[in-house]
């Protein structure tokens, strides 16, 4: 019987394969946000369209690098858009508190106990397999910090 990291590593080799919302937004009016993750060379290009409800109407992700980078990319769009810039903070916090636990766990000083937002993470969960690798973190949360960075800039 395929064990759980089997079906994690598929999901991952999915988004990678066949990224979500791949492409470019016009911008303006769309909010174009670069990240870099050096560690690893991966690149990601966030698009990103707000309305005045602060929900996040349209995302797309352009930028290459590494499988788990891209693949992380790919989830977060799917998993983002439609959504409040409140909602899009909560499954943040869960998404980095599922990747910082793990961290701690290696020796590192204990983390502050986080509350964690009651939001279901979906594929995401498949990324739990990357706190083995701390050094591929970086790679999974480049989309996130590059997302956050993009939607500040929308609301100032
Ligand atoms: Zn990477």
């Not at 990291?5 to 303006?28: A, K, Q, T, V």
């Not at 106990?113 to 969960?125: A, Q």
């Amino acid at each position: 019987m395929p064990g759980l990291e089997d079906l994690y590593r598929e999901i991952i080799l999915d988004h990678y394969r066949n990224p979500r919302n791949r492409g470019e937004l016009d911008s303006p009016p769309a909010h174009r946000v670069e990240g870099f993750n050096p560690l690893c060379g991966d690149e990601i290009v966030v698009y990103l369209d707000l309305d005045d409800e602060r929900r996040i109407t349209d995302i797309r992700i352009g930028g290459q690098g590494c499988s788990i980078s891209q693949s992380s990319a790919s989830m977060m769009s799917a998993a983002v858009k439609g959504h409040t810039v409140e909602e899009v903070g909560d499954l943040t916090r869960a998404f980095k508190a599922m990747m910082s636990i793990h961290e701690s766990s290696l020796g590192g000083e204990a983390a502050e106990p986080v509350e964690l937002p009651d939001v279901k993470l979906g594929d995401l969960e498949a990324l739990r397999g990357v706190v083995k690798f701390p050094v591929r973190i970086k790679c999974a949360t480049l989309a996130w910090n590059t997302l956050a960075q993009g939607i500040d800039e929308a609301l100032a």
